[in-house]
Nanobody, 126 residues
């Protein structure tokens, strides 16, 4: 089972990036999934989560209105569209899959996710 995150890069403040998370080895179409990020010297933090069918989403307050999480179960892929990027969004972004929960009513923690991608670097210059 593998989650492959991609789409990171260097962008100027105010710019956009679209991250992808492709799953292989099994389908995650009935599992909640999420994005986390980790900046240098900081702990990994929650960014966004999406229910198994994409019907409900949950965001960290600092990215609400700028980031959009989505998924395409036919392609076994999850996305994170990031607009109006800020220097404080600079981090390694990780995708993750939850083998227990299908959806979220509160901000999930890293401990609720069982599979993790390798991370993709996002750098926002000022």
């Amino acid at each position: 089972v593998q989650l492959q995150a991609s789409g990171g890069g260097l962008v100027q403040a105010g710019g956009s990036l679209r991250l992808s998370c492709a799953a292989s080895g099994r389908t995650f179409s009935r599992n909640g999934m999420g994005w986390f990020r980790q900046a240098p010297g900081k702990e990994r933090e929650f960014v966004a989560a999406i229910s198994w069918n994409g019907g409900t989403t949950y965001y960290q307050n600092s990215v609400k209105g700028r980031f959009t999480i989505s998924r395409d179960n036919a392609k076994n892929t999850m996305y994170l569209q990031m607009n109006s990027l800020k220097p404080e969004d600079t981090a390694v972004y990780y995708c993750a899959a939850d083998m227990v929960r299908k959806e979220y009513e509160a901000e999930p923690t890293i401990y609720e996710f069982d599979y993790w991608g390798q991370g993709t670097q996002v750098t926002v210059s000022s």
